[in-house]
């Protein structure tokens, strides 16, 4: 069936606010591919959307002042006035929608680049010269060049961020369930599709946290772990040690009286696989443990914890491991 210029518009606002279904997106972008004027067009909502840098919580707002510039947008059919018209809508849009170009991947090559680590580890040094460590099975997304009052990236996965430090221009990762603004220091986001949390976890200096769901903002501070249930939409704050969850982008892993529970969290993401402890209790679950992990294999790593540890582990597929 074919759409007509309010549906494109209605999937231009979605794919800016990182909310657009596959199906959509590929819509989009066969429509994007189909002249010039459209690929235009959708480059003025972008522009529109990245220079903004007011927050609103009120989304209905934004949506509704967002569809009103759509159609001014459209009744113009000139170049001229066309343009004209996203200039000055750009400011109306500046004050009532407040929306910031988070996850939005523009499909220009020389706009924008994304790094995938299928298997391993990937490093990855940003416009700013950031470094950021992305874990395996994981994706990032991030502009070509950094603009003059931000420096927004898109994450889904897993990566630790080491931030250069630059007041005036605040920096930003978005994910799919949050958004973890700093201006410069050390941090590991996760946010994997398939798990029913998403998290942060402080190393260095100081982030801002807001989950997109509820619209909470929280501070953290380092050595702590904040945590967001999807499902329950809840959110939990421990103290941990950092580095008990940053050091899977070294070239081996350090536990220092750590928990069990986030032993087994850490060897998953080091061996790329998925370890199941279901039926542990919690006593064992908070058996702390010291040991360093270098080129040992997991089977070496379980049987040595099983020396020392009332668990018990067994293989129950390729990638998975069953502890009891």
Partial sequence: MKQNMTDYNVLIANYLEGHITPEGKDALMQWLRASKENEDYFVQMAKVWEESTIELQDKESARKAANMFFARMQAKKRRKLYRWVASSAAAVLLLLLGLQMWDIELPFG????????????????????????????????????????????????????????????????????????????TFVV???????????????????????????????????????????KSTEMRVVNASDYTNWRKEYLLFENTPLRDVFIQLGKWYNISISCKTCSPKLLDTPVSFTLDNETVDDIL???????????KKTGTNEITIE
């Fill in 303 to 313: 049987s040595i914890l099983q020396s020392i540890t009332p668990l018990t582990w």
């Fill in 110 to 185: 020389d706009r924008m680049l994304t790094v995938t680590a299928c298997d391993s580890k990937k490093e990855v040094i940003l416009p700013d010269s950031s470094i950021v460590w992305l874990n395996a099975r994981s994706e990032l997304t991030y502009p070509k060049k950094f603009g003059r009052k931000r420096r927004n990236v898109a994450l889904k996965g897993e990566a630790f961020f080491d931030v250069r430090k630059d007041k005036k221009r605040p920096f930003s990762v978005n994910t799919p369930t949050m958004t973890v603004r700093v201006s410069g220091t």
């Fill in 190 to 232: 996760t946010d994997r599709e398939e798990l029913p949390h998403a998290e942060t976890v402080l190393e260095t200096g100081k982030v801002d946290v807001t989950v997109k769901e509820t619209g909470r903002k929280l501070e953290m501070q380092p050595d702590r772990q904040l945590i967001y249930n999807k499902k329950e």
